[in-house]
């Protein structure tokens, strides 16, 4: 069974860090890119980050570019998202997204909750 669970949102103060853990299950970790992305409600979903699968190519949106860093570990089948100065734009439901350009499959997380605010 294909699972990715984000875990390590939460409620932070503006300029606050957070780090966002995504743990796969059921796939071949290592053949996916791995993304981030967020939505909030009455919006569509936006690509925050993605890495591919080796980890040596990275990609941003300019809204994050500076203050997030995505990173994965192979070994363990996580993806990560490093949060530096958070703003309460930031404030989404993020989620993590698995594909591979082996295969059709798609894989999405449930989300975890991000909250920026004093």
């Known amino acids: 069974q294909v699972q990715l669970v984000e875990s390590g949102g939460g409620l932070v103060q503006p300029g606050g860090s957070l780090r966002l853990s995504c743990a796969a299950s059921?796939?071949?970790?290592?053949?996916?890119a791995m993304w981030w992305y967020r939505q909030a409600p009455g919006k569509e979903r936006e690509l925050v980050a993605g890495i591919t699968r080796g980890g040596g190519g990275k990609n941003y949106a300019e809204s994050v570019k500076g203050r997030f860093t995505i990173c994965r570990d192979n070994d363990k089948n996580t993806v990560y998202l490093q949060m530096n100065s958070l703003r309460p734009e930031d404030t989404d439901v993020y989620y993590c997204?698995?594909?591979?350009?082996?295969?059709?499959?798609?894989?999405w997380g449930q989300g975890t909750q991000v909250t920026v605010s004093s």
């Open positions: 059921g796939f071949t970790f290592s053949r996916y």
């Open positions: 997204k698995g594909s591979s350009g082996d295969s059709p499959a798609v894989y």
